[in-house]
C-alpha cells in the first residue's frame, strides 16, 4: 500500500524560528493535505494543495505539492506558542487517504 | 452546523465485548471515514463510505464493519473487541477536498 514518511518526528524550536516539515511517497497522490492536531481533539485542516506544482500559503504557513507529486512540504514561519502540536500531512488518491506519523511542534517562549 | 460528531467519547470494553461507535454529520457529505490512531503511526483508514448504502475497505478494515444506510450516520461496529484494536478512533466527512474530523472515541480493550 502507499506509505508516507513524514520527517522530522519531533521539533524543538524557540518562538519566532521558521519551521519546515516534509512528507515523501513511494506513490503518487492527486492531493495533499496538512492537518494541525491538539491534545485529545481531531485533526484540523490547515492547508489544502490539489496540483502538483502548487504552492498555497494560509497566514504564516505555506505548503508546496511536489511536481513529482510524491512529496510535499509545510512552513511555518515566525513560530508562536501557540503552534504547538502534532502536524500530520496526508496523501489522497481518489477516495483512499494516507496519514504521515507526523511532526510534534515545541515552540520554547 | 454541529460538523461531524461521535459518541460516546471514551470506552472500555472486555475482550470479545461488541459495540458501535457512532458517527453523525450534518453537512450532507457524501463521503465519511472512519480512522483509527495509534502513537507514532498516525491515522490509518478503516472502511469508509461514498454515499448512503456505499461501503468499502480502507488500510486496516479487519476487526470492524460498517454500513450506511444514510447520509448522515456512519457508525463503525466491533463484533469481537481484542486489545489490538485499543486505539483512538475518529470519524470524518469529507467535501471539496476539505475532511473534517469528529473529535474521537478513546477505546480501550482489556
Known amino acids: 500500500g502507499q506509505q508516507l514518511n513524514q520527517s522530522p518526528q519531533s521539533m524543538f524550536i524557540q518562538e519566532g524560528e521558521d519551521v519546515s516539515m516534509n512528507c515523501t511517497s513511494s506513490s503518487i497522490f492527486n492531493t495533499w493535505l496538512w492537518y494541525k492536531q491538539d491534545p485529545g481533539e481531531g485533526p484540523v485542516l490547515l492547508i489544502a494543495l490539489y496540483k502538483a506544482g502548487e504552492l498555497t500559503s494560509n497566514g504564516r504557513l505555506t505548503a508546496q505539492f511536489g511536481i513529482t507529486r510524491k512529496d510535499s512540504f509545510l512552513n511555518i514561519s515566525a513560530s508562536i506558542p501557540s503552534d504547538v502540536g502534532i502536524y500530520f500531512c496526508?496523501?489522497?488518491?481518489?477516495?483512499?487517504?494516507?496519514f504521515g506519523a507526523g511532526t510534534r511542534l515545541t515552540v520554547k517562549p | 452546523n454541529a460538523g461531524v460528531t461521535q459518541t460516546p467519547k471514551f470506552q472500555v470494553l472486555k475482550t470479545g465485548q461488541s459495540m458501535t461507535l457512532q458517527c453523525a454529520q450534518d453537512?450532507?457529505?457524501?463521503?465519511m471515514s472512519w480512522y483509527r490512531q495509534d502513537p507514532g503511526m498516525g491515522l490509518r483508514l478503516i472502511h469508509y463510505?461514498?454515499?448512503?448504502?456505499?461501503?468499502d475497505q480502507g488500510e486496516v478494515p479487519n476487526g470492524y464493519n460498517v454500513s450506511r444506510s444514510t447520509t448522515e450516520d456512519f457508525p463503525l461496529r466491533l463484533l469481537s473487541a481484542a486489545p489490538s484494536q485499543t486505539s483512538v478512533y475518529f470519524c470524518?466527512?469529507?467535501?471539496?477536498?476539505?475532511?473534517?474530523f469528529g473529535p474521537g472515541t478513546r477505546l480501550t480493550v482489556t
Open positions: 470524518a466527512s469529507l467535501a471539496g477536498g476539505e475532511q473534517y
Open positions: 463510505s461514498v454515499g448512503a448504502g456505499i461501503t
Open positions: 496526508a496523501g489522497q488518491w481518489n477516495n483512499d487517504m494516507r
Open positions: 453537512m450532507n457529505h457524501e463521503y
